[in-house]
């Protein structure tokens, strides 16, 4: 099968950052399913990974990354029970095994969604690792409860992103919060309106333009971009009681202590963990993505699907990486095969 991939981490202008080759189609056993892809989406993970995972060496095998993609089931493992032999389905992978920078990839069930019936196959794979990550956010670390916490305050940073775009329409449209999302340019600002965000506005003076709003301090704060720039002035805008959720991390220990006397709750969102440690609620993946896909069905949400690149080549790859290096893309981005 064809696939491409690297042996070094190099800027992606470079010839090698990337490259075709073939390699042999795996056969699934146990939980797998073997998916022939259809499309993929690139995110911020995907470039990170290649920039870091073989800085310092070079591999004797070619890594394949890639996450998120849709596509249709080719075969399945002797354990499978959710899945059969031509169904449509998406998902975001799982870290730690060959990703879908390929024409097939075997996949764990237990993370794999049903593909909504509504969205075609390009649709659909813009939408599984932002989803997961944005609900995983709102409900498993936060814990909403759409029932007692209707109308209180999320504020997302970077609205305007992957994750950001699909989190506005969950917190809106299932949590019933007040979205507040972060901007810095008017499409970016168009867009987040447009997905439901009841105020947009600019990150380069946080504290003011919440002002404006009438929302000094928000109950619940989703940082989607960076963890370190946000932090101080995410410590002081957090109401009392609040919960803060990053999915971005931090290369230095955080002041935990500003979040103190207020008794603030902070939380790290790591989409891969339930795959990583093959925790035993791994299956809610499966059911997230089921949820997520009957809303799109329902037209409650819709594909954040901004540009579509025909083709899977070396040449698409690297044009999705530099326009995620970019820190400037709105919405996904999806190469259909």
């Known amino acids: 099968m064809k696939a491409i991939g690297f042996k070094k981490s190099l800027p992606i202008t470079e010839n090698d950052s990337f490259f075709e080759f073939e390699t042999e189609k795996p056969a699934p056993a146990k939980h797998d399913l073997l998916v022939k892809i259809s499309a993929i989406s690139v995110n911020p993970v995907d470039f990170k990974v290649r920039q870091n995972a073989a800085k310092d060496t070079t591999l004797d095998v070619p890594k394949i990354i890639g996450w998120d993609a849709a596509g249709i089931v080719e075969a399945v493992g002797d354990k499978t029970s959710r899945f059969k032999v031509g169904d449509q389905v998406y998902y975001a992978g799982d870290i730690t095994r060959s990703g879908s920078n390929a024409e097939y990839q075997l996949i764990d069930e237990r993370i794999v969604g049903h593909k909504p019936k509504s969205l075609s196959m390009v649709e659909a794979a813009a939408i599984p690792l932002t989803g997961l990550t944005a609900w995983e956010s709102l409900f498993d670390r936060i814990k909403v409860n759409p029932e007692t916490d209707k109308g209180k305050t999320v504020l997302i940073l970077a609205g305007a992103g992957g994750v950001g775009s699909i989190a506005i329409q969950i917190a809106k449209k299932v949590a019933g919060l ?3 999302a972060t901007t810095s340019r008017p499409e970016s600002e168009k867009w987040c309106a447009a997905l439901g965000a009841d105020y947009v506005v600019n990150h ?12 000094n301090q928000v109950d619940y704060i989703l940082d989607f971009v960076d963890i370190n720039s946000y932090w101080e002035i995410a410590t002081e805008i957090i109401k009392p009681q609040g919960h803060i959720v990053t999915i971005t991390g931090s290369n230095e220990p955080l002041n935990l202590n500003l979040l103190k006397t ?43 699907l901004t540009t579509t690149l025909e ?18 893309t709105i919405g996904k981005t999806v190469i259909q095969f």
């Open 311 to 328: 083709g899977f080549t070396v040449e698409n790859l690297k044009k999705a990486h530099q326009m995620q290096e970019s820190g400037k």
């Open 178 to 180: 007040t979205v507040i």
């Open 204 to 215: 380069r003076n946080l504290k003011v333009e919440l002002e404006k709003i009438g929302h």
């Open 262 to 304: 207020k008794s603030v709750s902070l939380s790290w969102e790591f989409m891969y963990t339930r795959s990583m440690y093959t925790t035993a609620d791994m299956d809610k993946q499966h059911q997230i993505l089921n949820e997520i896909g009957a809303l799109l069905d329902a037209g409650t949400f819709k594909t954040t």
